[in-house]
């Protein structure tokens, strides 16, 4: 895992390549790219969750008839 010291270093090189008024935008745009994964895959878990159910409650009316 990177430490303290690291994050820092890390910082400033972003600082001296993008410059002081790029880095929001930046930062910005970088969750708005995670919030839109995030919210895909979330999507892809729930179809997934729908898909099971489905297929267990058609195994249920089978087992009943």
Known sequence: MLGPGSWII???VAL?????KKLPELGRAAGKTLKEFKNATSGLVEDDDDKKKEKKNNQTKTDEE
């Open 10 to 12: 890390i910082g400033v």
């Open 16 to 20: 001296l390549i993008f410059g002081p």
